[in-house]
């Protein structure tokens, strides 16, 4: 499969983004999707993913309540919504799709290639 982020930019804290990662292929939905982000200097992190159905999200404690994840299996497309941002959530953001991984970024096998965002005082 692959995927092609987008939605980054740049934005004030207290304000909102929407990512989005387009999926090619047939097979979306054998995948659990995930997205991660990498700040300069830190290692790449969980931040929020999806199961195979859209039944069940899993999100990072730093992103609970401010950030929601979800696919829609008819444009193969995962979305990552971002609200109260703060100067702490500025990263270059990754998609990723797994058959069976959540948590791991070691353990994706399929990536995205990154969209910036960038929150600013």
């Known amino acids: 499969v692959q995927l092609q982020a987008s939605g980054g930019g740049l934005v004030q804290a207290g304000g909102s983004l929407r990512l989005s990662c387009a999926a090619s292929?047939?097979?979306?939905?054998?995948?659990?999707m995930g997205w991660f982000r990498q700040a300069p200097g830190k290692e790449r992190e969980f931040v929020a993913a999806i199961s195979r159905s859209g039944g069940t999200t899993y999100y990072a404690d730093s992103v609970k309540d401010r950030f929601t994840i979800s696919r829609d299996s008819a444009e193969n497309t995962v979305y990552l919504q971002m609200n109260s941002l703060s100067v702490e959530d500025t990263a270059v953001y990754y998609c990723a799709a797994d058959h069976v991984e959540i948590f791991r970024a070691s353990e994706y096998d399929y990536w995205g290639q990154g969209t910036q965002v960038t929150v600013s005082s």
């Open positions: 292929g047939r097979t979306f939905s054998t995948y659990n």
